[in-house]
């Protein structure tokens, strides 16, 4: 198995090319070298960084590392000084070693893995997302840290500012900064602590997700509803542009709780997933 990139000049410490290329243009899908020999099986791109985990279940990550969402740990050089956090190529993530990691996910500030354990525990990383979640200041939030008061994890999804979470059981927890309402709890209250989405999925179990920006989508009963923000103008603009309609809804307004979108046929969701501001989706048609 073989492991492509390829992109644009922004940010290319984000692609895993070497230092001396980090401003080459990748117009076309390029092998990652460094990865010769090593099987990925799941890979997650965040704003501007990379995670990975191998089929041994190891934790790799690279790109931009600030906010400290590559998990590595700021780190000292010559007289104290604080070094660059970026990598160019994939750093196994030093703290994660030795814990089998069976998902992962890169947002924007943060990421998040989840061992394969029989706690299936939730570890993140990121300066914002920790302080968000608690954490005290004497804590280093550039290394993992174990999220509690979760049950058993499967999945993530990491937005802008949130994190969402399913469960063995199908229930789906989130926390954050709420922004738009991208939690789905009814409100645009920060949740400091992961809280369930309950709604349409106290019916249904939840067995995807996915963050965008400052908004989610989820499938649950084979049907995809999508919350928070939805456009900039609260309905569409006369000359018919807006930055919204993400949601899926036939608007552009903000929603606070899941919704359904109807797709006046009858189709089976497989899979979601949320860009910066656009969404889409895999059917079945039933």
């Known amino acids: 198995m073989e492991n492509f ?10 692609l895993a090319l070497e230092r ?15 990865l010769n020999g090593v099987t990925i099986k799941i890979i997650s791109l965040g704003f501007e960084h990379s995670i990975a985990v191998t089929d041994k279940g190891e934790t790799l990550s690279w790109g931009g590392g600030q906010s400290g969402r590559l998990g590595h740990g700021h780190q000292s050089g010559i007289f104290g000084l604080i070094k660059s956090d970026s990598e160019y190529t994939p750093r196994l ?53 174990v999220v509690d008061g979760l049950p058993y994890a499967e999945k993530a999804a990491c937005g802008g500012y949130h994190t969402c979470v399913i469960t063995g059981g199908g229930e789906l927890y989130v926390w954050g900064t709420n922004e738009n309402g991208c939690l789905g709890i009814g409100s645009t209250d920060v949740a400091h602590l992961p809280e369930r989405v309950e709604g ?4 249904h179990s939840v067995s995807e997700v996915s963050c965008g920006w ?42 606070i709780k899941p919704t359904k979108i109807n797709f006046r046929r009858h189709v089976k969701a497989l899979q979601v997933s949320c860009g910066f501001n656009h969404t889409g989706a895999i059917f079945e048609y039933n």
């Not at 990139?5 to 984000?14: D, F, K, P, Q, Y």
């Not at 994660?96 to 992962?104: F, T, Y």
């Not at 349409?200 to 019916?203: E, G, N």
Request: glycine content about 14%; charged content about 15%; some cysteine.
């Open 5 to 14: 990139i390829c992109g644009g000049r922004t940010h290319m410490v984000s």
């Open 20 to 34: 001396n290329k980090a401003d080459t243009v990748l117009s076309i899908p390029n092998k990652v070298e460094c």
């Open 93 to 145: 993530i030093k703290e994660l070693e030795g814990l089998k990691v069976k998902n992962a996910s890169a947002g924007m500030l943060h990421s998040v893995c989840i061992s394969a354990t029989e706690n299936g525990s939730v570890h993140i990383f990121g300066e914002r997302a920790n302080k968000k979640l608690g954490f005290s200041e004497a804590s280093n939030c550039s290394l993992p840290s």
């Open 200 to 203: 349409p999925f106290l019916r």
């Open 214 to 255: 400052k908004h989610t989508a989820a499938i649950s009963g084979g049907n995809v509803y999508t919350w928070g923000w939805g456009g900039s103008h609260g309905t569409f603009s006369v000359d018919g542009h807006s930055s919204g309609g993400q949601l899926g809804q036939g608007n552009d307004v903000d929603y």
